[in-house]
């Protein structure tokens, strides 16, 4: 509390001084040229540039994204404090901000943190892959986002903005080549079709060889294969009507990754010799084992089609239409255990179709403000099979004494969701005065889901034996085990019905023109969900609540001297009821398996600061920090991943680091009439965090930090460029999350130093 209070205490000391100084020294220190394009956003859904938007928003253009070699949703951390990426231990990818995410082995978890593309949504994580393809630009909107972008978005949103067709004919390529032949091959192609029709067509492929080596079998893992494409069609047909249609498709089918295997822990009092005896993972990125009897080539395919219109009814007032639909397939298998014996690997088989339509009208009150009101529609069906199988664990061993028969045990959990949501929203915003603005919103959502689902018995009546006996009644071969309410085996059905208002009001006082304050109070909500774990009992499909968070954002901008400098800042505090968290319970017959949970009461405090300053012509620089304190502020009773119960009041959430820090620096010089040189370097780093509840030393994620650096020579007109670069260059070891699952205690792995060169060509 004390290093957070001098934080705080030193932003606004800081911020008071420049303010005090800047008129006097504007004059003299300002460079000819700051080198600053202040981009335009669009966080409350109509364009504004971004240092008058009144909220946390980190924002980078395509350009720069390319060149900090952002090419997915888990590369934001090197631009964004406060953002990190852990995976869920399945392969679902788990995006926190400050401190406010989501962890679920389920394909159909909803993310805290949830990815749009043009406004549009893309509601599961595990859909979000292929975003970064041909983009315009990023904002990265902090805090709750619920009155605009509706329920999960607690953490916040992320929003993609993809390059669209231009009026003139316009083409790009861009290659990339680097260690484990890794390669980058894409481009566009952009102009009119019509006086009142354009397009734009952006296709790419990324491909690695394996980058991952057995460090018992010599064998390898980790191929990349992933197909992207885009087309856009803009047609305006008059001065007050706009259309836009987007089609997005991907194809991935690379490798899952394996994990590295670091300790040895039973499940059952049967011991499993094959692991006991396994060497531990060597501290090497690339060292990973995985059973080499299987493949994990993914087979995942993603569409979605976004059709928008804008209509001006009138000169201050449009009419917006934003539909979308979007479906999702996935096939893939996971080595949980890291190791080559066959103790645990889970497969997961499902499909996500959504369909989302949102009309809106929106417009200026008497030139000293603006309103959106609406209303949206969301309707989600999924389903889900995970077969898991554990042929040589301690679960089986123990059921292979009970029964004197060797039983390798594997079940099949099926589950389907079909879900609805209605909601309503209206925001305005009001010119007091030239210098101070309010402004509040509100949305009022309803959501139902309906749910199927059971464990079963895999096919080879290994499980029905087990369950039989277990349940103390039948089951067949090839069918559900889990206990109904009725006391049979069969299948689960629920339905969790809840509606909720989420809020958000303020003020903002512009000090001088480039100077802003502001202060946020906001509630938001995440809607329920229902566990995918191996389910004997109903019980064990019991579904989470939603959950609520109560945030107070008091925050600045400020440009200084003549805009060279750029300082944003923010303190933060929330209040959370019923998170929900990726925690443990202990079923019979099965043993400790993850479970989603509701926390009562937790809280986050938090401050960050943003500095960007072009000191001279050709230098631009940045650096941000964020510092979060988490902790669980109430009784928590639940067991750790070893089954241990304990209370877990007090405790920082699990992957939340203290402490997160980036800084990226590019200097550019002319070395001929029409060439320039350029140098830069990135680096991003957190604060030791904890994967799980316990706060045990095995799923402690330690502090690290990254450094990426690039050079080259690009053409003054913009037309060409090329440059090398170096991504983890001092070769840190680390990791991004550690779980336990059956026997085992795994990590999950960043790659080590790779190296390349990339070439970038443009006409226009």
Known sequence: MKSKRYLVGSSVLSVA???????????????????FNEIVVTAQKREENINKVPMSITAATGEQLRSVGVVQVRDLVKITPGLTYADSGVGTPVYTVRGIGFSDIALAGRPTVTVYTDQAPLPFSSEARGVALDLERVEILKGPQGTLFGTNSTGGAINFIAAKPTSDLQAGADVSYGRFNAHQIGGFVSGPISSTLSARL?????????????????QKLGVQDFWNGRLTLDWTPSDTLKTS???????????????????????????????AAYPVAPHNARAADFDTD?????????????????????????????????RYSENQLVDLDGTTVNNNYFQTIGRLRS????????????????????ANYADDDTSEVNPTFSPVSSVSNLFSGLFGAPLPVTFTTTTNQDSTTKAIFATVDYDLTDAINVYAGGRYTDFRTKFTGCAADSGDGVAATIFTVLNGSPVLTGQCFTVTETGTAGIVRSTLKQDNFSWRAGVQWTLAP?????????????????????????????????????????????GLFNRALQLNGAIFHYDYKNKQVLGSVVLPGVGNVLRLLNIPKSRVNGAELEITAAPVTGLKLSVAGTYISSKVASSFVNVDPFGTLGDFDGQAFPNTPKWQFTGDIEHKWPVSERVNAFLGGNVSSQSKTYSQFGELALFKTKAYARLDLRAGIEAEDGKWRASIWGRNVTNTYYYSAATYVQDAVVRYMGQPVTYGVSLAFRYR
Request: charged share 15%.
């Open 294 to 326: 299987k493949s994990y080539r993914k087979d995942n395919d993603f569409i979605q089609a976004n059709f928008r219109v804008d209509y001006d009814l009138a000169d201050a007032l449009t009419l917006t239409s934003l539909t979308s639909y979007s």
């Open 202 to 218: 952006a296709v790419q492929h990324d491909g690695m060889d394996a980058w991952q080596k057995s460090y018992t079998t010599d």
């Open 514 to 558: 480039h100077v802003l304050l502001y202060g946020n109070v906001s509630k938001g909500y995440k809607a329920g969900s229902f566990p995918i774990v191996p389910a004997n009992s109903y019980l064990s499909f019991n579904p989470v609540t939603q959950e609520s968070v109560l945030a107070v954002e008091g925050g600045f901008k400020a």
């Open 17 to 35: 001084t420049l303010l005090s100084v800047q008129p006097a020294l504007a004059q003299t220190t300002a460079p000819a040229d700051s080198g």
């Open 245 to 275: 249609f987007t089609l997005n498709r991907w194809i991935d089918h690379s490798d899952t990754q394996a994990q590295q295997f670091i300790a040895y822990r039973p499940t059952t009092p049967a011991p499993v010799p094959e692991l």
């Open 355 to 374: 369909i989302s339509q949102e009309v809106r009208l929106s417009g200026s009150i008497a030139d000293r403000g603006h309103f959106t009101i609406g």
